[in-house]
């Protein structure tokens, strides 16, 4: 989760901003999630290279690559398939990734170390790893109530400052509910 912590900010040094949580079509169509966009800055350069951006992720085209194993998407002890992850970005509006638009870093006035940015999910929460599919607030209040972490007692998160914690899964929906806003509790 670190390194997918670093890639992020590699990402925004190069595009002044952290990626749109999805690519779109014309017609507004989710294609493809962050995680494809941040493959060339995790050394999976030759894989991005062979997607085709312009069809979903699921289409026959880019089948093959989303078969291929990219282990920094996947939690060692999770027990999800090796084309899934449940590392998901927080999306929505007043989160790091509010859709299919970029978001820059310099607009979080929440400050860094108290705004999450990805975080790892129940193995049920799972979604393949290409998937235009992450977590909105109601999956992070409900992540490790009802089992299912990868993780005893807790999770991790990767913040903005570039630090991943392990947080409880006794953290109350207040407290997780303040890591998301990139603004504060003020949405």
Not at 21 to 44: E, I, K, M, Q
Not at 81 to 91: E, S
Not at 103 to 119: E, N
Request: hydrophobic share 45%.
């Amino acid at each position: 989760m670190k390194q997918i912590a670093l890639a992020l900010h590699n990402y925004a040094d190069d595009w002044n901003a952290f990626p749109p949580a999805f690519t779109v079509d014309a017609d507004g169509n989710p294609l493809h999630s962050w995680r494809t966009l941040l493959l060339p800055y995790l050394d999976y350069a030759a894989l991005y290279g062979r997607i085709d951006l312009s069809k979903p992720w699921d289409a026959p085209a880019n089948a093959e690559v989303f078969r291929a194993l990219v282990t920094v998407y996947q939690c060692p002890s999770a027990d999800c398939p090796q084309t899934h992850t449940t590392y998901l970005a927080i999306v929505g509006e007043g989160s790091c990734f509010p859709g299919a638009k970029p978001f820059s870093p310099k607009g979080i006035r929440d400050g860094r170390s108290q705004t999450l940015m990805v975080v790892e999910v129940d193995n049920a929460q799972a979604v393949p790893w290409m998937a235009p599919r992450d977590a909105d607030e109601a999956i992070l209040l409900n992540v490790g109530r009802r089992g299912g972490l990868a993780h005893e007692g807790g999770f991790h998160g990767a913040f903005v400052d570039g630090s991943v914690l392990f947080l409880s899964a006794q953290m109350s929906a207040a407290d997780r509910r303040a890591l998301i806003f990139v603004f504060g509790n003020d949405k």
